[in-house]
């Protein structure tokens, strides 16, 4: 099979963060996060959120997304969901790092993409 496009939608007025943690600069990340949030009248009415590295495969934890839906992004908000996140995913340990060290790379991260997302969106 062959890919012959790919279709991105415009996030419109949706702020976004990224963050990873990687052994090494250019190596692969242990533990990335991306959100995405769509802010209207100070209220989540979107939220996005993308973990890579901390299980086998790229994982959206929709139950932390789903804390932010009808909330301001405030930080006890975002700490919520950011908790949420990381109680979702079931992290590997291998030689780089423990599962229990993604768990809380996981949780740190979010929380620091869904800052930078919020702060985007105001």
């Known amino acids: 099979e ?3 496009a790919v ?6 007025t949706a702020g976004t963060g990224m963050c990873e943690k990687s052994q090494t600069a250019g190596d692969f990340a242990t533990v990335a996060t991306i959100a ?3 802010v209207s009248d ?3 009415t979107r939220a996005r959120i993308g973990i890579a590295g901390a299980e086998g495969r ?9 804390v932010l839906a009808g909330r301001a992004p405030d930080s006890a908000a975002l700490g919520e969901a950011a908790r949420a996140a990381a109680a979702s995913v079931d992290p ?4 780089v790092a423990s599962a229990d060290y993604r768990r809380n790379l996981v949780e740190v991260l979010t929380r620091r993409a ?3 997302a919020a702060g985007a969106a105001a």
């Open 92 to 95: 590997t340990s291998d030689a």
């Open 42 to 44: 100070g209220v989540v």
């Open 58 to 66: 790229p994982v959206r934890p929709a139950e932390a997304e789903g």
């Open 2 to 4: 062959i890919i012959t």
């Open 114 to 116: 869904l800052e930078e």
């Open 7 to 12: 279709r991105v939608p415009l996030l419109g």
């Open 36 to 38: 995405t949030l769509d």
